[in-house]
């Protein structure tokens, strides 16, 4: 089946076809999913980060409005002039008035089409992501195979969803089996980066450029704090560790003229801290909940020590691990699609009158 992603949640404005075969749906039961293939036939990101950039920030009337602007025709070149059987769109969380955007289109198309329509959780969404890696010879196993009750389980795992707006820990049981297990309460990871950079003048979005800087940084030679480690639920705190950077700018240079050099530490030695946290959770959250495997999802997956030192306790352990390629960590609408693909079940027709935008969706 072919299905139509649309996403517009925030910044960015995509759309995707994907081509889903189930190979054994004849024979697997309703609460199993085995050997899926995938094929993306059409992806299409239009970014609106240099739009937002001078702002320092996204600000929502100024992204719904170029929502507005972009959607059709980011649609029509990802469909290239096929026709869906099924679509999937966005519906939280999110900035409200940009998430109306993608949510509107496609009930439209829905009821033109009378094809089905299937609202998508975006942090779900970001979860399964991995799951489209065109390169899978560094992971295990290739694709989702088997999931409830089946032996060669890779369930319960611990997924970790660390974006611009959020930071969730969740149990997961198999697609659409999800218990939250903690979760950021104040910042998001990608919030703290992006804070961070604004107070080196580095620009936004934070993560990259950040991350490129720690490369040539020490990351022992400041002390942040690593905040929540000890607190014995899985729970995250960033705006302290905020703070303690700013404070630490002010007091070693009250002038404001950072130096390259300078820069570069502080970029490692916040990054440390954030990954420090991050890595050292979810370890705790696995061993207590004896899962099989870790997931990864969310733009801060795509920082390259974050994933390095995941993948040395991860592996130390002896568990799995799953985290999608640098071009899906970001938000796009072929992971819409494939998160469509587990919903279908509530897919309908009628959706388009009932289907309701929800800037503050919970995954569970
Ligand atoms: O998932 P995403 O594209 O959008 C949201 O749903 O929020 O995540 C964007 C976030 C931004 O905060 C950005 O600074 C961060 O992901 N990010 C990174 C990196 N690349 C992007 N954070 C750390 N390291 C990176 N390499
Ligand atoms: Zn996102």
Redesign the pocket.
Same mark, same amino acid.
């Given at each position: 089946m072919k299905i139509l992603g649309i996403e517009t949640?925030?910044d960015?404005t995509a759309a995707a076809l994907l081509e889903v075969a189930d190979y054994n749906s004849h024979k697997t039961k309703k609460s199993q999913i085995s050997n899926l293939k995938f094929q993306i036939l059409g992806n299409v990101v239009l970014s609106q980060v240099n739009i937002h950039k001078k702002y320092g920030g996204v600000v929502p009337e100024v992204a719904a409005r170029k929502h507005v602007e972009t959607i059709s025709p980011v649609i029509a070149e990802a469909l290239n002039g096929q026709k869906p059987d099924l679509i999937a769109v966005t519906r939280g969380p999110?900035l409200i008035t940009s998430l109306q955007v993608g949510l509107q289109t496609a009930k439209t198309l829905s009821y033109v089409w009378d094809v089905p329509l299937v609202g998508v959780n975006?942090l779900e969404a970001?979860l399964w992501s991995y799951l489209l890696n065109q390169d899978t010879s560094h992971k295990l196993p290739a694709r989702l195979v088997v999931v409830a009750g089946g032996q060669d389980t890779l369930f319960p795992a611990i997924g970790l969803i660390?974006?611009?707006?959020?930071t969730e820990m969740i149990l997961v049981k198999g697609p659409g089996t999800y218990r939250l297990i903690g979760r950021t309460r104040d910042d998001?990871?990608?919030?703290a980066?992006?804070k961070v950079?604004k107070m080196l003048n580095l620009g936004?979005?934070? #993560?990259?450029v950040? =991350?490129h800087f720690a490369k040539k940084g020490n990351s022992s030679q400041i002390n942040f704090p690593r905040p929540m480690m000890e607190s014995g639920d899985f729970d995250f705190s960033f705006s302290g560790l905020k703070t303690a950077v700013k404070y630490q700018l002010n007091d070693m240079v009250p002038t404001g003229n950072f130096s390259q050099a300078f820069i570069n530490d502080v970029c490692a030695s916040f990054?440390q801290a954030v990954i420090d946290v991050l890595v050292g959770k979810t370890i705790k959250a696995a061993v207590k909940h004896k899962a099989k495997s870790v997931i990864l999802g #969310?733009?801060?997956s =795509?920082?390259?020590m974050?994933i390095a030192d995941f993948q040395s306790s991860i592996f130390n352990l002896g568990l799995a691990f799953y985290y999608p390629e640098k071009w899906l960590?970001?938000?796009n609408a072929a992971m819409i699609a494939l998160t469509g693909y587990f919903k279908q079940k509530s897919a309908r027709k009628n959706n388009w009158r009932k289907l309701i935008a929800e800037a503050n969706l919970s995954i569970v």
């Open positions: 949640s925030c960015e999110g975006h970001h660390i974006s611009g707006g959020h998001a990871a990608g919030e980066f992006d950079a936004y979005p934070g #993560g990259p950040i =991350a990054q #969310g733009g801060v =795509a920082n390259e974050l960590t970001g938000d």
